[in-house]
């Protein structure tokens, strides 16, 4: 049963399956702690494949990210679909999920996009995780400090994104000892019983 009163949150990953993404799983396996991943369709390799099935199996999501990872404002909208279905057939095709949403590369995006894509867009509560001079303190400032109830916050399970890793237990008990209680992206907007599907609209809160 649904309960919109809970306070929740939605931890997602961006840019794997890396190397770094198994670390990431086992933080969130020894918090019994669940995620959204969007990934980059040509990352999504028969290695690879191992890893989401982890994912999966500890009852994460799968998203799509893009084929790859370019900025889709320059692109028309037979490039955007091909980008969009290449990474949704592969993610299918190899660990047998069907996707449900979309993060735009650099979260560029125009009308096009919006035209052409079905998906429901994800932006999230960033912390700037993407450089690498962040130090793991900062991140975790950013992210206990601005989260809110029905937040999606934005990382990255990139290639030697160390200071993420470092900075994930913390962030996990942060908002732990805050009341916050974790979900997927799909299960904190059925839990707070809200649509995605708006049209040219791009989430970070389930409420915003």
Known sequence: MSDTNKKLVALTFDDGPSTLTPKVLDILEENGVVATF?????????????????QIKMGCELANH??????????????????????????????????KFFRPPYIALNDTMYDTITLPFIEGLGCYDWEPDRPAEERLSI??????????????????NIHTVEALPEIIAGLKEKGYSFVTVSQLFEQKKVNPNVKHKIWTNVFC
Do not use: W
């Not at 969007?38 to 982890?54: A, Q, S, Y």
């Not at 404002?73 to 996707?99: L, R």
């Open 38 to 54: 969007f990934l980059i369709g040509n990352l999504v390799t028969e290695d690879k494949k191992p890893i989401m099935e982890r």
């Open 143 to 160: 992210v206990l400090n601005e989260v809110q109830d029905g937040t999606m916050v934005l990382l990255h399970d990139f290639e030697d």
């Open 66 to 99: 893009s084929f790859t990872h370019s900025d889709m404002t320059k692109m028309n909208a037979a490039e955007i679909c091909e980008e969009i279905d290449k990474t949704t057939t592969i993610i299918k095709e190899m660990a047998g999920y069907d996707v």
